[in-house]
T-cell receptor, first 117, second 109 residues
Framework: DTAVSQTPKYLVTQMGNDKSIKCEQN?????MYWYKQDSKKFLKIMFS???????INETVPNRFSPKSPDKAHLNLHINSLELGDSAVYFC????????????????FGEGSRLTVL | KQEVTQIPAALSVPEGENLVLNCSFT??????LQWFRQDPGKGLTSLLL?????REQTSGRLNASLDKSSGRSTLYIAASQPGDSATYLC????????FGAGTTVTVRA
Protein backbone atom coordinates (compact mmCIF):
# COMPACT_ATOMS: atom_id res chain seq x y z
CA ASP A 1 0.00 0.00 0.00
CA THR A 2 1.77 3.13 -1.28
CA ALA A 3 2.30 5.77 1.39
CA VAL A 4 2.98 8.77 -0.87
CA SER A 5 1.78 8.44 -4.43
CA GLN A 6 2.28 10.80 -7.34
CA THR A 7 0.68 10.88 -10.77
CA PRO A 8 1.72 10.86 -13.48
CA LYS A 9 5.10 9.19 -13.18
CA TYR A 10 6.21 10.48 -16.57
CA LEU A 11 5.09 13.60 -18.37
CA VAL A 12 6.33 14.74 -21.77
CA THR A 13 4.95 18.00 -23.11
CA GLN A 14 5.67 20.97 -25.32
CA MET A 15 6.92 24.37 -24.22
CA GLY A 16 4.12 26.75 -23.35
CA ASN A 17 1.71 24.07 -22.19
CA ASP A 18 0.12 23.87 -18.73
CA LYS A 19 0.38 20.65 -16.71
CA SER A 20 -0.44 19.32 -13.26
CA ILE A 21 1.08 16.70 -11.01
CA LYS A 22 -1.00 15.17 -8.25
CA CYS A 23 0.14 13.85 -4.90
CA GLU A 24 -1.68 11.94 -2.21
CA GLN A 25 -0.47 10.53 1.09
CA ASN A 26 -2.23 7.97 3.26
CA UNK A 27 0.04 8.30 6.27
CA UNK A 28 -2.19 10.72 8.15
CA UNK A 29 0.54 13.39 8.01
CA UNK A 30 -0.36 17.04 8.21
CA UNK A 31 2.53 18.46 6.20
CA MET A 32 3.31 17.94 2.53
CA TYR A 33 6.07 19.19 0.27
CA TRP A 34 7.17 19.55 -3.31
CA TYR A 35 10.83 19.12 -4.17
CA LYS A 36 12.55 19.54 -7.52
CA GLN A 37 15.52 17.36 -8.50
CA ASP A 38 17.49 18.79 -11.38
CA SER A 39 19.73 17.04 -13.89
CA LYS A 40 22.63 17.16 -11.42
CA LYS A 41 20.46 15.24 -8.95
CA PHE A 42 20.34 18.16 -6.52
CA LEU A 43 17.10 18.29 -4.49
CA LYS A 44 15.59 21.66 -3.65
CA ILE A 45 12.44 22.41 -1.74
CA MET A 46 9.78 24.36 -3.60
CA PHE A 47 6.73 24.45 -1.35
CA SER A 48 5.45 23.11 1.93
CA UNK A 49 1.89 23.00 3.24
CA UNK A 50 0.84 22.32 6.82
CA UNK A 51 -2.85 21.53 7.24
CA UNK A 52 -3.61 23.14 3.88
CA UNK A 53 -1.72 26.31 4.84
CA UNK A 54 1.30 27.36 2.78
CA UNK A 55 4.30 27.58 5.12
CA ILE A 56 7.31 27.40 2.81
CA ASN A 57 7.43 29.09 -0.55
CA GLU A 58 10.92 29.17 -1.98
CA THR A 59 12.04 31.37 -4.82
CA VAL A 60 10.03 29.62 -7.46
CA PRO A 61 8.56 31.27 -10.58
CA ASN A 62 4.91 32.13 -10.06
CA ARG A 63 4.13 29.85 -13.00
CA PHE A 64 4.24 27.14 -10.34
CA SER A 65 1.16 27.04 -8.15
CA PRO A 66 0.58 24.43 -5.47
CA LYS A 67 -2.91 23.59 -4.31
CA SER A 68 -3.86 21.61 -1.23
CA PRO A 69 -7.56 20.69 -1.20
CA ASP A 70 -7.08 18.76 2.05
CA LYS A 71 -4.16 17.69 4.17
CA ALA A 72 -3.81 14.39 2.32
CA HIS A 73 -3.38 15.99 -1.09
CA LEU A 74 -0.95 18.49 -2.56
CA ASN A 75 -1.07 19.14 -6.27
CA LEU A 76 1.37 21.14 -8.37
CA HIS A 77 0.19 23.09 -11.38
CA ILE A 78 2.70 24.55 -13.82
CA ASN A 79 1.73 27.18 -16.38
CA SER A 80 3.56 28.10 -19.58
CA LEU A 81 6.13 25.34 -19.29
CA GLU A 82 9.73 26.15 -20.18
CA LEU A 83 12.66 23.92 -21.14
CA GLY A 84 14.28 24.59 -17.76
CA ASP A 85 11.32 23.08 -15.97
CA SER A 86 12.44 19.63 -17.09
CA ALA A 87 13.27 17.77 -13.89
CA VAL A 88 11.98 15.15 -11.51
CA TYR A 89 9.43 16.51 -9.06
CA PHE A 90 9.07 14.75 -5.74
CA CYS A 91 6.22 14.98 -3.31
CA UNK A 92 6.87 14.22 0.36
CA UNK A 93 5.03 14.27 3.65
CA UNK A 94 5.82 14.42 7.36
CA UNK A 95 4.02 14.81 10.64
CA UNK A 96 4.32 18.39 11.88
CA UNK A 97 6.73 20.93 10.49
CA UNK A 98 9.53 23.07 11.81
CA UNK A 99 8.48 24.75 15.01
CA UNK A 100 5.04 23.18 14.83
CA UNK A 101 6.08 19.91 16.42
CA UNK A 102 7.89 18.30 13.54
CA UNK A 103 8.86 14.71 14.23
CA UNK A 104 11.03 15.13 11.21
CA UNK A 105 10.96 11.97 9.20
CA UNK A 106 10.04 12.62 5.61
CA UNK A 107 8.47 10.09 3.31
CA PHE A 108 8.85 10.58 -0.42
CA GLY A 109 6.86 9.59 -3.44
CA GLU A 110 8.49 7.90 -6.44
CA GLY A 111 8.80 11.13 -8.37
CA SER A 112 7.27 12.56 -11.54
CA ARG A 113 9.70 13.02 -14.41
CA LEU A 114 8.73 16.06 -16.47
CA THR A 115 10.29 16.55 -19.89
CA VAL A 116 9.58 19.77 -21.73
CA LEU A 117 10.36 19.71 -25.47
CA LYS B 1 21.42 29.91 4.57
CA GLN B 2 22.11 26.25 5.32
CA GLU B 3 24.60 24.55 3.03
CA VAL B 4 25.04 20.80 3.06
CA THR B 5 28.11 19.12 1.58
CA GLN B 6 28.67 15.43 1.02
CA ILE B 7 32.09 13.95 0.46
CA PRO B 8 33.06 11.96 -1.50
CA ALA B 9 30.75 12.48 -4.48
CA ALA B 10 31.31 8.88 -5.56
CA LEU B 11 32.74 5.77 -3.99
CA SER B 12 33.51 2.30 -5.37
CA VAL B 13 34.40 -0.53 -3.01
CA PRO B 14 34.65 -4.33 -3.17
CA GLU B 15 31.94 -6.33 -1.48
CA GLY B 16 32.47 -6.78 2.23
CA GLU B 17 34.27 -3.52 2.81
CA ASN B 18 32.85 -1.02 5.27
CA LEU B 19 31.51 2.25 3.85
CA VAL B 20 31.98 5.68 5.40
CA LEU B 21 29.93 8.54 3.99
CA ASN B 22 30.37 12.09 5.23
CA CYS B 23 27.96 15.00 5.48
CA SER B 24 28.75 18.49 6.72
CA PHE B 25 26.45 21.45 7.27
CA THR B 26 27.06 25.12 7.96
CA UNK B 27 24.38 26.05 10.50
CA UNK B 28 24.30 23.87 13.62
CA UNK B 29 20.84 25.11 14.74
CA UNK B 30 19.04 22.06 13.41
CA UNK B 31 16.08 19.98 14.55
CA UNK B 32 17.37 16.74 13.11
CA LEU B 33 19.26 15.13 10.25
CA GLN B 34 18.03 12.40 7.96
CA TRP B 35 19.88 9.96 5.71
CA PHE B 36 18.17 8.72 2.57
CA ARG B 37 18.92 6.23 -0.13
CA GLN B 38 17.95 6.82 -3.76
CA ASP B 39 18.06 4.11 -6.40
CA PRO B 40 18.23 5.15 -10.08
CA GLY B 41 14.85 6.38 -11.31
CA LYS B 42 13.29 5.92 -7.89
CA GLY B 43 12.19 8.03 -4.98
CA LEU B 44 14.00 8.50 -1.70
CA THR B 45 13.89 5.90 1.03
CA SER B 46 14.50 7.07 4.58
CA LEU B 47 17.33 5.16 6.27
CA LEU B 48 17.94 6.89 9.56
CA LEU B 49 16.70 9.97 11.36
CA UNK B 50 18.83 11.51 14.12
CA UNK B 51 17.27 14.12 16.36
CA UNK B 52 19.47 17.06 17.37
CA UNK B 53 19.71 15.74 20.93
CA UNK B 54 21.05 12.37 19.78
CA ARG B 55 24.63 11.39 18.97
CA GLU B 56 23.88 8.34 16.84
CA GLN B 57 21.26 6.02 15.44
CA THR B 58 21.59 2.42 14.34
CA SER B 59 19.55 0.19 12.09
CA GLY B 60 20.96 -3.19 11.14
CA ARG B 61 24.24 -2.67 9.29
CA LEU B 62 23.74 1.10 9.26
CA ASN B 63 25.00 3.50 11.88
CA ALA B 64 24.77 7.27 11.66
CA SER B 65 26.51 9.69 13.99
CA LEU B 66 25.82 13.37 14.54
CA ASP B 67 28.16 16.01 15.89
CA LYS B 68 25.99 19.11 15.80
CA SER B 69 28.59 21.48 17.19
CA SER B 70 31.03 20.70 14.40
CA GLY B 71 28.32 20.43 11.77
CA ARG B 72 29.02 16.85 10.79
CA SER B 73 27.29 13.54 10.34
CA THR B 74 28.74 10.23 9.20
CA LEU B 75 26.90 7.23 7.82
CA TYR B 76 28.64 3.88 8.30
CA ILE B 77 27.54 0.83 6.37
CA ALA B 78 29.12 -2.35 7.61
CA ALA B 79 30.07 -5.29 5.38
CA SER B 80 28.81 -3.71 2.15
CA GLN B 81 26.86 -5.75 -0.38
CA PRO B 82 26.15 -5.15 -4.09
CA GLY B 83 22.57 -4.31 -3.11
CA ASP B 84 23.91 -1.30 -1.20
CA SER B 85 24.82 0.34 -4.51
CA ALA B 86 22.79 3.57 -4.67
CA THR B 87 23.06 7.29 -4.04
CA TYR B 88 23.01 8.27 -0.38
CA LEU B 89 21.66 11.68 0.53
CA CYS B 90 21.98 13.60 3.74
CA UNK B 91 19.28 16.15 4.63
CA UNK B 92 19.44 18.69 7.42
CA UNK B 93 16.24 19.97 9.00
CA UNK B 94 16.36 23.54 10.27
CA UNK B 95 12.68 24.21 9.58
CA UNK B 96 13.00 23.06 6.00
CA UNK B 97 15.05 20.18 4.72
CA UNK B 98 18.26 21.09 2.91
CA PHE B 99 19.86 18.29 0.93
CA GLY B 100 23.44 17.51 0.05
CA ALA B 101 24.26 16.50 -3.51
CA GLY B 102 24.71 12.88 -2.45
CA THR B 103 27.38 10.19 -2.55
CA THR B 104 26.98 7.58 -5.27
CA VAL B 105 28.13 4.21 -3.99
CA THR B 106 29.08 1.22 -6.12
CA VAL B 107 29.75 -2.06 -4.37
CA ARG B 108 31.60 -4.49 -6.66
CA ALA B 109 30.83 -8.19 -6.35
Amino acid sequence: DTAVSQTPKYLVTQMGNDKSIKCEQNLGHDTMYWYKQDSKKFLKIMFSYNNKELIINETVPNRFSPKSPDKAHLNLHINSLELGDSAVYFCASSQGSGDRGWTGELFFGEGSRLTVL
Amino acid sequence: KQEVTQIPAALSVPEGENLVLNCSFTDSAIYNLQWFRQDPGKGLTSLLLIQSSQREQTSGRLNASLDKSSGRSTLYIAASQPGDSATYLCAVNDYKLSFGAGTTVTVRA
